[in-house]
C-alpha cells in the first residue's frame, strides 16, 4: 500500500484553491488584525516593563502570560 504524502505547502495550496478569493481576503485580513493586536500587546507590556511595573500588573492589564513577558524582558536586554 502506498502512501501519497504532501508537504505542508502542499496541504495549504490546496486548501487556498478551495477557498474563494473572498475567503481568501478575509483570512488574511483576521490574521493582520490578529498580529497586529498581539504586536501592540507586546509594545504596551515593553513600556510598562521599562516602567518597572510588577509582572503581575502588566500581565493583567496586556493579558500576556508571566512566561511571554519574561521573553519580551529578556529580548528588551
Do not use: H, W
Amino acid at each position: 500500500m502506498s502512501l501519497n504524502l504532501m508537504t505542508l505547502g502542499d496541504i495549504v495550496s490546496f486548501l487556498f484553491e478551495e477557498l474563494t478569493r473572498e475567503e481568501c481576503e478575509q483570512i488574511r485580513e483576521e490574521d493582520g488584525y490578529y498580529r497586529g493586536e498581539a504586536d501592540t500587546q507586546r509594545a504596551i507590556a515593553r513600556n510598562m516593563i521599562s516602567m518597572k511595573l510588577a509582572p503581575d500588573v502588566v500581565a493583567a492589564a496586556t493579558g500576556l502570560s508571566i512566561d511571554e513577558l519574561e521573553k519580551i524582558q529578556q529580548d528588551g536586554q
